[in-house]
């Protein structure tokens, strides 16, 4: 079992930048790629960034491409997402995740989910 812990969200005003990290226990992330996800009231859970086990390879929904960074350290069993130049639509319930499966971008490629942490962002 892998246990997941988000943290670092928060309210910031549009076009600043946030921190989120998640950090592992139970079990190492090394072999699983990791995903975060967001969620905003009323509409479906959807895709943010993706990367892989080493690290080597990540992936972003376009929405959030050049703006956000997903990294990992797998030496404190954590995974981070740095969000700069933050956009009001970026406002949700962000969750990490692990996974072994693809598509990496599909939400049931993953078998571990956080409970998330929410990110406001205002005007």
């Known amino acids: 079992q892998v246990q997941l812990v988000e943290s670092g969200g928060g309210s910031v005003q549009a076009g600043g930048s946030l921190r989120l990290s998640c950090a592992a226990s139970?079990?190492?992330?090394?072999?699983?790629?990791m995903g975060w996800f967001r969620q905003a009231p009323g509409k479906e859970r959807e895709f943010v960034a993706a990367i892989s086990s080493g690290g080597g390879m990540t992936y972003y929904a376009d929405s959030v491409k050049g703006r956000f960074t997903i990294s990992r350290d797998n030496a404190k069993n954590t995974v981070y997402l740095q969000m700069n130049s933050l956009k009001l639509e970026d406002a949700a319930a962000y969750s990490c995740?692990?996974?072994?499966?693809?598509?990496?971008?599909?939400?049931?490629?993953?078998?571990?989910w956080g409970q998330g942490t929410q990110v406001t962002v205002s005007s």
């Open positions: 139970g079990r190492t992330l090394s072999t699983y790629t």
């Open positions: 995740a692990a996974g072994a499966r693809l598509p990496y971008s599909d939400a049931f490629s993953y078998a571990y």
